[in-house]
């Protein structure tokens, strides 16, 4: 996708519209894909959940946000960040200059974890198989991790949130962005300013 100012530049020329030619086919491969585990009984989170949320948005996107697992909301509707969360979380890709419907929004564990616990070691283990083929399809400039849970499902180790935040690691080819969990944000309403900074940051980064 293009940046907003190389759109404005084209406006400014008198060009606008323009066809894209793109790789098609990644709505399908997310479909086999989520067809192939709608029924995983992997771990024990299947046994309460209503169902398997899978990811949710634009295949073609150049950034990936990463949560951690369902909420109870999430769970009922089948939809990742639709809850409390969720909502503060559209109001800051807004307020930064995303639009939900333009990223991909999905979860380090697909199944809600019992009270909103956090999800273990295992769980996470046995679950990061789904959201490294969802990475796979979608090959994302920028994967976004949101919270701890996520940096130790993408990064496959844990570091401290404080000390990664605003950052970018490599995780192979793929550029990781770290910033906080929106649910952490709802506890601590003064971390939101820096939040929407980091949205911001990586906004620009696109
Ligand atoms: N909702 C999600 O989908 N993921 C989270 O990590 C939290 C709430």
Redesign the pocket.
């Known amino acids: 996708m293009w940046s907003d100012n190389f759109l404005k530049i084209l406006r400014e020329l008198g060009i606008e519209e323009i066809y894209v030619e793109r790789e098609e086919g990644r709505e399908e491969l997310l479909r086999e894909l989520y067809n192939s585990f709608k029924d995983c009984k992997a771990c024990p989170l299947h046994k309460n959940r209503t169902q398997v ?1 899978f990811g949710d948005g634009n295949p073609y996107s150049e950034v990936v946000f990463v ?5 109870e ?2 769970d009922k509707q089948g ?8 909502k503060l ?1 559209n109001e800051a890709l807004k307020e930064a200059g995303f639009k939900r419907e333009e990223v991909f ?4 564990c697909k199944c809600r974890p019992p009270g ?1 616990r956090k999800p273990n070691r295992v769980e996470i283990l046995t679950c990061i198989k789904y959201l490294n083929k969802e990475l796979e399809v979608i090959k994302p400039k920028f994967i976004c991790c ?2 701890s ?2 940096v130790e499902g993408v990064l496959g180790r844990s570091y401290s949130i404080t000390k990664v935040r605003g950052k970018v690691l490599k995780r192979k080819e793929q550029r990781v962005f770290i910033t906080y ?3 952490y944000v709802l506890r601590n309403p003064r971390e939101y300013e820096t939040f929407l900074t980091d949205l911001k940051t990586l906004k620009r980064m696109l």
């Open positions: 949320v949560g951690e697992a369902p909420g909301e999430e939809k990742p960040f639709v809850g409390r969360a969720g979380l929004i999905t979860n380090v909103n949101l919270g849970t996520a969990h929106p649910s």
